[in-house]
């Protein structure tokens, strides 16, 4: 099962996740109504949407800074 729970967590809107990715809006309409959808997904789009995801919510490093 394919699994997306940032992008889709109410954060960004429907618009801004299908300009960034190029996926199309009704696509992405579909998969915040069913998280199911992405399982039916082409895997380009679905890379696509978990790039964004990775970019926008993965936990930010800084590797400069040092642990007390």
């Known amino acids: 099962m394919k699994h997306l ?5 109410g954060k960004l809107t429907a618009y801004q996740i299908a300009t960034a990715t190029d996926v199309d ?3 992405i309409e ?3 109504e069913n998280a199911n959808a992405a399982d039916e997904l082409d895997e380009s789009s ?6 964004l995801e990775n970019e926008l919510f993965a936990p930010s490093v800084n590797k400069n800074e040092t642990s007390a």
């Open 25 to 27: 809006i009704h696509i």
């Open 5 to 9: 729970s940032n992008l889709f967590s």
């Open 46 to 51: 679905f890379n696509k949407l978990v790039q």
């Open 30 to 32: 579909e998969l915040m």
